[in-house]
């Protein structure tokens, strides 16, 4: 099938800044959006930024300005920078994928394992 690696996640000051990777792998033809949603402790998921095959972006609210998603198309790669980090970035970031297998016309979506961010003093 088709597996999502994510790395990068760690320990931050407030300030600082980290960058997520996410290489997806597998019988894959095509992938369409790529992006990056979050949960933190006690909360419910939510999205953090997604970015087309073209190179479209759009951000949620609380990480305009700060966050900028980007990818690599010929290596299946899509990446989070985030800089002046918040504590209430503190949140387990998952990679998230449409992904058309070798032979479908249909699209799936797949996700990462997760990365831990943590943003404290």
């Known amino acids: 099938q088709v597996q999502l690696t994510e790395s990068g996640g760690g320990l931050v000051q407030p300030g600082g800044s980290l960058r997520l990777s996410c290489a997806a792998s597998?019988?894959?033809?095509?992938?369409?959006?790529m992006g990056w949603s979050r949960q933190a402790p006690g909360k419910q998921r939510e999205s953090v930024a997604d970015i087309s095959s073209g190179g479209s972006a759009i951000y949620a609210d609380s990480v305009k300005g700060r966050f900028t998603i980007a990818r690599d198309n010929a290596n299946n790669t899509v990446y989070l920078q985030m800089n002046s980090l918040k504590p209430e970035d503190t949140a387990v970031y998952y990679c998230?994928?449409?992904?058309?297998?070798?032979?479908?016309?249909?699209?799936?979506?797949?996700w990462g394992q997760g990365t831990q961010v943590t943003v404290s003093s």
């Open positions: 998230n994928a449409e992904v058309r297998p070798y032979g479908s016309i249909a699209f799936f979506h797949s």
């Open positions: 597998g019988n894959i033809d095509v992938i369409n959006i």
